[in-house]
Structures are given as C-alpha cells and as structure tokens.
C-alpha cells in the first residue's frame, strides 16, 4: 500500500470516528446471553469518544482502548510490523477481559 493511500485510509477512519456515534443499543452478543462483559465490550463506544478527544471518557468504556487504536493504526500504517505485535495484544485483550469478568 502506497504511503498516499495509508494517510487516506487513516483520515476516513479517523473522520468516521468522529463523526457517527455508535448505537445507544447494546451490540454485543456475549454480554446480552450471559450478562458479563466480555473482553472487547465497550471498545467500539470508547474508540469514538477517543477519535473526538475525550480520553477519560474512552478509558472509562475499556482501559484498553488507546491500545486498540495503536493497533488499528498500525494495521493500516505497517500491516508487517504489527504482526508480530498482535498476538501479544490478543494475549493482553484476553487477561483484561477475563478479570473484568471475575471482579
């Protein structure tokens, strides 16, 4: 992917982000059937409110969302960097979750 094209694809989301809210409704399935959270519940919402600058807002949907939109970024930026860098961020997503749901 061109560099033009990295720079594109990070302004749509970024303005995206911005731009939409989420839905009021709750989308995630896990939480609906079991009542708990699961490890990405809050993520989506908390990425909006980082994309319009409101961190402590972001922090309080998941503690992890500046971590997700590194990943985000670096998925478009340096897909072959970020590689190797997923599973330890999976690793990190998996052992919040799990203490979210047994606190």
Known sequence: MSHKWQWAALAVLAVVLWAWNPPAL???SF???T???CPLCGLTRG???LAKGHMGEALRW???TPLAA???VGMVWRPSRMAKLWLPCIG???LYGVGRMIS
């Open 26 to 28: 709750p989308v995630c």
């Open 31 to 33: 939480r609906w059937l």
């Open 35 to 37: 009542g708990l959270p």
């Open 47 to 49: 990425l909006f409110a």
């Open 62 to 64: 998941h503690a992890l």
């Open 70 to 72: 590194a990943m985000l």
């Open 92 to 94: 990190i997503f998996v």
